[in-house]
């Protein structure tokens, strides 16, 4: 589990909430200071924390469900998503 904050100013900008498996890293939540979006805190914490995984050796950045644009702008693709539903034996 990985709580990750960026400031400025010592103001809080942005955080991301993540977590580390199995050589990958799953984006659970972020979320950003709108007062500060012309500086982009929220891509930004995004970049810096991919490139902390990439050279931490994780091969994969996984931005998990939903289809915002900013996972495409950070090169996010579609990936089927599968829901199972176990019956117990009646």
Known sequence: LSLSFMEFDAVPAAVL???DYDGSLLIYNSGYDTNL???SPGITLFAYTIRHAIEGGQHTV???RGNENYKY???GQDRPLHHLKLCPKV
């Open 17 to 19: 909430w993540s977590f």
């Open 37 to 39: 979006s012309s500086a």
């Open 62 to 64: 996984d931005f998990l």
């Open 73 to 75: 702008r950070l090169g």
